[in-house]
T-cell receptor
Framework: GAVVSQHPSRVICKSGTSVKIECRSLDFQATTMFWYRQFPKQSLMLMAT?????????EQGVEKDKFLINHASLTLSTLTVTSAHPEDSSFYICSAAMGTEDGYTFGSGTRLTVV | QKEVEQDPGPLSVPEGAIVSLNCTYSNSAFQYFMWYRQYSRKGPELLMY????GNKEDGRFTAQVDKSSKYISLFIRDSQPSDSATYLCAMKSGGSNYKLTFGKGTLLTVNP
């Protein structure tokens, strides 16, 4: 079945630094990927929709300059948290769809801790 | 009214029980329905994907969709302790570039 690989699984960084999270579709091409944020015991909150070769579409309230998304190829999308602060600490998850008639496959998530 | 309503539970059942999880929705444009299982600190795992009213079965799992009532269900037969997780319903109105709308998730514990 479809596999989405997400790295790193866990990262700790200092306040003010930037962190890059990678999301790869391993056995299929994904023209669209999605980035979510999840707080403890809450559902997933969509941050942005990443489209290959074009700018990402951000949800209302999500700072596009803080959460930089790049979808340079059909198998790779990256999320960079710039100038991270402790309030950015969260669980970030990406997902992608194989095709129109398929459900979405999720990555294993990245736990970001900003100290 | 939220687009997707899901009872957050928690739901606790004995091993071997039949579990029923439900979601209601208000947006009649939703055409594709999914159920995900999420273990703590992991990404959601797709369990079932349906796009028509009726039942779809896969092993111990049965997904049911009633578009006329805007109601979807997931049934788990012979529940196991390994089924203990949060179950999320999700739905969308279009193809692969359409975003999902999630329910809040139901926390299920299956006791041995």
């Amino acid at each position: 079945g479809a596999v989405v690989s997400q790295h790193p699984s866990r990262v700790i960084c200092k306040s003010g630094t930037s962190v890059k999270i990678e999301c790869r579709s391993l056995d299929f091409q994904a023209t669209t990927m999605f980035w979510y944020r999840q707080f403890p015991k809450q559902s997933l909150m969509l941050m942005a929709t990443s489209n290959e070769g074009s700018k990402a579409t951000y949800e209302q309230g999500v700072e596009k300059d803080k959460f930089l998304i790049n979808h340079a190829s059909l198998t790779l999308s990256t999320l960079t948290v710039t100038s991270a602060h402790p309030e950015d600490s969260s669980f970030y998850i990406c997902s992608a769809a194989m095709g129109t008639e398929d459900g979405y496959t999720f990555g294993s998530g990245t736990r970001l801790t900003v100290v | 009214q939220k687009e997707v309503e899901q009872d957050p539970g928690p739901l606790s059942v004995p091993e071997g029980a039949i579990v029923s999880l439900n979601c209601t929705y208000s947006n009649s444009a939703f055409q594709y329905f999914m159920w995900y299982r999420q273990y703590s600190r992991k990404g959601p795992e797709l369990l079932m994907y349906t796009y028509s009213s009726g039942n779809k079965e896969d092993g111990r799992f049965t997904a049911q969709v009633d578009k006329s009532s805007k109601y979807i269900s997931l049934f788990i037969r012979d529940s196991q302790p390994s089924d203990s997780a949060t179950y999320l319903c999700a739905m969308k109105s279009g193809g692969s570039n359409y975003k999902l709308t999630f329910g809040k998730g139901t926390l299920l514990t299956v006791n041995p």
